[in-house]
T-cell receptor
Framework: NAGVTQTPKFQVLKTGQSMTLQCAQD?????MYWYRQDPGMGLRLIYY???????DKGEVPNGYNVSRLNKREFSLRLESAAPSQTSVYFC?????????FGPGTRLTVT | AQSVTQLGSHVSVSEGALVLLRCNYS??????LFWYVQYPNQGLQLLLK??????LVKGINGFEAEFKKSETSFHLTKPSAHMSDAAEYFC?????????????FGSGTRLSIRP
């Protein structure tokens, strides 16, 4: 099992550009999550999906959109990137109250 | 509202010394509690979890944590630090919300080990 995979690993965007971060899990989990990690702030929840076809806002949803394409895949889209969105993004899925994390995407917006 | 507070953003101990990382939580319902570890440039890995069974929880790499309801604490300990323990550690609290569990993370504690 690959667990949770994320692409890309690194990305540099200019202000105003758009991009989609991809996430997939092969553990048959219903719940999936997107977090951002910034120094000294821990992980903050952007969006989550309780099951295929449903999504809900987390703590910091502004500037992001998500799509739960199917049970395996949960993508995060930045429509118009801003420097404040420079961060490390983690996708996670949950089973038995334990979250499994992907390796992260390091995004820089200039 | 549920929250997690980790005391000390940076803790430094000598190799072989006791490791103690502090975590206090606030929850209006019985919580599930977790400690995660993050090595440089990697994702988070679960160390241990408390889900209302035994209050003393043993995890991987010799770590353990004790749930103390009266103190609303879930401190992480390891009797003897090893150089490989240097990493960032996150305490987290979870509860069942709607149809999905949500987890709130503390701000993290960076553990350094002195030779």
């Amino acid at each position: 099992n690959a667990g949770v995979t994320q692409t890309p690993k690194f990305q540099v965007l200019k202000t105003g550009q758009s991009m989609t971060l991809q996430c997939a899990q092969d553990m048959n989990h219903n719940s999936m999550y997107w977090y951002r990690q910034d120094p000294g702030m821990g992980l903050r929840l952007i969006y989550y999906s309780a099951s295929e076809g449903t999504t809900d806002k987390g703590e910091v949803p502004n500037g992001y959109n998500v799509s739960r394409l199917n049970k395996r895949e949960f993508s995060l889209r930045l429509e118009s990137a801003a420097p404040s969105q420079t961060s490390v993004y983690f996708c996670a899925s949950m089973g038995s109250y334990e979250q499994y994390f992907g390796p992260g995407t390091r995004l820089t917006v200039t | 509202a549920q929250s997690v507070t980790q005391l000390g953003s940076h803790v430094s101990v000598s190799e072989g010394a006791l490791v103690l990382l502090r975590c206090n939580y606030s929850s209006s319902v019985p919580p599930y509690l977790f400690w995660y570890v993050q090595y440089p440039n990697q994702g988070l890995q679960l160390l241990l979890k408390y889900t209302s069974a035994a209050t003393l929880v043993k995890g991987i790499n010799g770590f353990e944590a004790e749930f103390k309801k009266s103190e609303t604490s879930f401190h992480l300990t390891k009797p003897s630090a090893h150089m490989s323990d240097a990493a960032e550690y996150f305490c987290a609290v979870s509860w069942l919300y709607s149809s999905a569990s949500k987890i709130i993370f503390g701000s993290g504690t960076r553990l350094s080990i002195r030779p």
